[in-house]
């Protein structure tokens, strides 16, 4: 049974930092392209970040460029999203996503596999 779970989300004020997590279990993550995605109330769902199988392509999104930074751990199964200078912006529910197709420095493929719950992130101004 696959599991991807994300934590790590909660209110914060412009400025601050915050790191999201994602755990997963039930499928091979070391040969899995993985991603982050947010939607905020109102809005598509839009790709924040992804990595690829090997951690050699990551992706980001212009707005999050400088700021967030991606990575994994494969020895844990487990995603992460560092998150520094949070802007009101940002504000969004946050969802880990496994199993992608394509991830170049500049695109990542929206189709994955699995998608967890998703987190809260609010950032107050």
């Known amino acids: 049974q696959v599991q991807v779970m994300e934590s790590g989300g909660g209110l914060v004020q412009a400025g601050s930092s915050l790191t999201l997590s994602c755990t997963t279990s039930?499928?091979?993550?070391?040969?899995?392209?993985m991603g982050w995605f947010r939607q905020a109330p109102g809005t598509e769902r839009e790709g924040v970040s992804c990595?690829?199988?090997?951690?050699?392509?990551?992706y980001y999104a212009d707005s999050v460029k400088g700021r967030f930074t991606i990575s994994r751990d494969n020895a844990k199964n487990t995603l992460y999203l560092q998150m520094n200078n949070l802007k009101p912006e940002d504000t969004a529910i946050y969802y880990c996503?496994?199993?992608?197709?394509?991830?170049?420095?500049?695109?990542?493929?929206?189709?994955?596999?699995?998608w967890g719950q998703g987190t809260q992130i609010t950032v107050s101004s």
């Open positions: 996503a496994a199993e992608g197709e394509v991830v170049l420095h500049d695109y990542c493929s929206p189709s994955f596999n699995y």
């Open positions: 039930g499928f091979d993550f070391d040969d899995a392209a």
């Open positions: 990595i690829g199988r090997s951690a050699g392509n990551t």
